[in-house]
């Protein structure tokens, strides 16, 4: 995917101005934080999971070799394999090879966020073969031509008007008329289009939300069960997951799950969690012949140990998206890449580079919300700011902000020179204010002025006044 | 007690009243208050657009300035939890300054939870009577947990009925420069805020946060709202006679 992350302002404004968008947005907000809300109330021991849940990560991301290998071997030895991918070219290569060697024409994919990072479906179908994604959000998009503008809910931007538009349009059949109105309408018919799909796939790629090492499994959460058809009916099973998503033991998944669902949907568990260890086994009734991992690093062994390590704790479940005020005011799309909201600002400088991804750790006030909710404790609103740091050595942002940046560093470094520069400024503010107390519109500050008026300044500065009356005393 | 007041720079240059109700609350608990003339900023506008040498800089020089103080107020919770938290963040790799960058840490206190902090019943001599929504700046709420104290406050004036704010936990979109690089990101953040303040019922807002409070004002005066917005220490200092955040004495 093209990254459109540098056109940020552009995509937040249309995004702003776009109703439709703003409809879906508003709805699907509020669910996903007054559930998370509720769920979280209800279980005391929260703050202890999290702990737990961040130890786990960062003891796993101090051994990560160690634990990778582990993995690894154990797959192996369930009968499965590995494939190490250093690049995104590496993991699509590694994908396109297997499918081949599969003479498969058929692809039922489920959702992978490493695929959308990995562009897998472009190059899947560049190389001639059909791809149909399965999770319900991922397949509406892909129908729509879109990418995912939410890392857990990838069609949260769209209201059900607009999808039950598009299912009338692609699955039209002349004659045949079903109302197309409610969910449970909406889901049916997708569910009909997508069965035969399942049976007739030759193989199945699902995403990873955790590797586990000392068992080889790879586990995936889903409410749908499309992972489970994906993963099961295909001839051939590969997985796609990032280097991160490795945890040591069966015991630290069940810590890490009890957190992902509560974080990411508000439930406190997740309709499916399907661990898979390995192809079918002789005495297996089903299951694929093959089991495939593909590894994907894309940069992320570079970031242990250096100033985005911490990011690497990341498990996906959204729930910085959904608490981010400015996320939640332009949703996913405008970010440009595949990573959206606090997240997503924090990873898409590091994958598409800081001068593709500049605006995004920018686009922020810095609130610290994500960091409140982020079960993994990721200290969010530190890593945005490591960002601007690295673009503020780099000279990146535009020369009129680093000249008035530079020109009120230089005062604020002197005192009695600030005092006397600002107190100038003050007071000729005050006058130009007219005793109204507020202005409509200034010509340095339009862009407050557009939806709100800007207060003007009392008069004199306080520093004045007190030296004033301190003479006086 | 000598209290020493970090007057921060919006309120030094946009709203002396909050620096003179500060001191005049500090004052009522019997304090000394002391306001060195060394200090201009925090620093936050370079540390949080990445010229972390000029916010070096800068808190070396607050860091000087109000060493000596056993005290140091701030009213604003941004401000405060930059020198609480983020200075010694700063000093990481500098032991020394690290160390008196941790005592600066220590002796400061945002001035709402001073005021709660000090075991001093205020005296509180304002008239004012009406329903009040406060408003927690981020930095206050998340970075210094402040919430209790400034509605305890609160509850002490008579004549105050305290009404919340409904999504009090979001951002009002201000965030420094934020509001000056994204401002259609802030103007819908802040429309969302102004409208939750008017469907509260509130006469007035307020906050400990002098930035918060511009850009709602700014909000609410665009639209005409009669809701009146101040500084919590001006309502607690009965200042509510000086004309509100965003109204003038012609308004």
Same mark, same amino acid.
């Given at each position: ?10 995509? !937040? ?11 879906? &947005? ?14 979280? !109330? ?112 990838? !069609? ?46 030759? %193989? ?14 790879? %586990? ?8 489970? &058809?994906?993963?099961? &009916?295909?001839?051939?099973?590969? %997985?796609?997951?990032?280097? =991160? ?110 001068? =593709? ?5 920018? !686009? ?8 409140? %909710? ?8 530190? &890593? ?90 | ?29 019997? #304090? ?45 919770? +941004?401000? $405060? ?17 690290? #160390?008196? +960058? ?30 009040? #929504? ?21 509850? *002490?004036?008579?004549? /105050? ?18 509001? /000056?690089?994204?401002?259609?990101? +802030? #103007?819908?953040?802040?429309?969302? *805020? ?9 006469? /007035?807002?307020? +906050? ?8 709602? $004002?700014?909000?609410? *005066? ?6 009146? /917005? ?19 004495? *012609?308004?």
């Amino acid at each position: 995917m093209k990254p459109t992350s540098h056109a940020f302002t552009d995509n !937040a404004r249309r995004a702003l101005h776009d109703v439709t968008l703003q409809q879906a &947005l508003a709805k699907a907000g509020v669910g996903f934080v007054d559930k998370r809300r509720a769920v979280v !109330a209800d279980l005391p021991e929260f703050d202890a999971l999290r702990q737990a849940g961040r130890a786990i990560k960062d003891h796993t991301l101090a051994n990560l070799d160690h634990y990778l290998l582990r993995f690894e071997q154990q797959v192996a030895a369930n009968g499965g394999q590995v494939h190490w991918a250093d690049t995104p070219e590496e993991a699509c290569a590694a994908v396109l090879d297997i499918c081949n060697r599969a003479g498969a024409k058929l692809i039922a994919k489920g959702k992978s966020m490493v695929g959308e990072e990995i562009a897998i479906n472009d190059a899947l179908e560049a190389a001639g073969f059909e791809v149909v994604e399965t999770d319900l959000g991922e397949y509406i998009i892909q129908i729509a031509h879109e990418p995912p503008s939410h890392i857990i809910a990838p !069609a949260v931007h769209k209201t059900r008007a607009q999808i039950a538009r598009l299912f009338e349009d692609l699955h039209h059949q002349p004659g045949l008329t079903r109302p197309l109105e409610t969910v449970p309408q909406i889901v049916d018919e997708a569910r009909q289009i997508l069965r035969d799909k399942f049976l007739s796939a030759d %193989v199945g790629i699902t995403g990873a939300n955790f590797l586990i090492a000392e068992t080889g499994s790879t %586990v995936i959460v889903t409410n749908e069960g499309n992972g489970d &058809l994906s993963a099961t &009916l295909p001839r051939v099973h590969i %997985v796609l997951a990032s280097i =991160e998503k490795v945890v040591p033991t069966l015991e630290d998944t069940s810590v890490l799950l009890r957190l992902l669902a509560r974080s990411a949907t508000g439930q406190e568990i997740t309709s499916y969690t399907t661990f898979f260890t390995g192809p079918r086994r002789g005495e297996d009734a089903d299951g694929p012949e093959q089991f495939h991992v593909v590894l994907v690093d894309n940069g992320r062994s570079r970031m242990l140990g250096g100033a985005y390590h911490e990011m690497l704790r990341c498990i996906r479940c959204g729930a910085c998206l959904n608490h981010c005020p400015v996320y939640s005011a332009v949703g996913g799309h405008a970010y440009g890449w595949v990573y959206p909201g606090p997240m997503g600002a924090v990873w898409t400088p590091l994958m598409v580079g800081l001068d =593709e991804g500049r605006p995004l750790p920018n !686009a922020s006030t810095l609130c610290g919300r994500c960091e409140e %909710v982020c079960p993994m404790s990721i200290p969010l609103p530190k &890593l945005l700011r490591e960002h601007r740091r690295q673009e503020f050595e780099r000279k990146l942002a535009a020369p009129l902000s680093r000249w008035a940046l530079a020109a009120w560093a230089f005062c604020a470094r002197r005192p009695q020179f600030y005092r006397w520069a600002m107190r100038f400024g003050i007071v000729l503010l005050n006058k130009m204010s007219g005793g109204r107390g507020r202005f409509r519109s200034l010509p340095f500050a339009q862009g407050w002025t557009a939806a709100r008026d800007l207060p003007a300044p009392q008069g004199d500065t306080f520093m004045a006044q007190w030296q004033r009356r301190k003479h006086h005393e | 007690m000598r209290v020493a007041l970090f007057v921060t720079c919006l309120v030094d240059l946009f709203r002396p009243s909050v620096g003179f109700a500060s001191v005049s609350l500090l004052e009522r608990l019997g #304090a000394e208050v002391v306001v060195p003339p060394e200090q201009t900023c925090c620093g936050q506008p370079a540390y949080n657009n990445g010229d972390f040498e000029t916010a070096r800089a800068i808190a070396r020089q607050v860091i000087a300035a109000f060493e000596g103080f056993d005290h140091v107020v701030v009213p604003s919770g +941004s401000c $405060a939890g930059m020198l609480v938290k983020h200075y010694p963040e700063l000093f990481r790799d500098e032991p020394e300054t690290l #160390a008196r +960058s941790q005592s600066l840490a220590a002796r400061t206190r945002e001035l709402s939870v001073f005021l709660a902090e000090s075991g001093v019943e205020p005296v509180i001599d304002t008239h004012f009577t009406g329903k009040v #929504a406060m408003h927690d700046s981020c930095s206050a709420r998340r970075e210094l947990g402040i919430h209790t104290a400034p509605r305890a406050l609160l509850d *002490k004036l008579a004549g /105050v009925e305290s009404v919340e704010l409904k999504d009090a936990e979001v951002c009002c979109g201000f965030g420094g420069t934020f509001c /000056v690089k994204y401002p259609d990101i +802030s #103007a819908r953040m802040v429309s969302d *805020k102004a409208a939750d303040v008017i469907a509260s019922g509130a006469d /007035v807002l307020v +906050s400990g946060d002098l930035g918060c409070l511009m850009n709602i $004002a700014g909000r609410l *005066k665009r639209m005409d709202s009669p809701v009146r /917005v101040y500084h919590l220490a001006e309502l607690l200092a009965g200042m509510t006679d000086v004309p509100g955040i965003g109204d003038g004495d *012609k308004t």
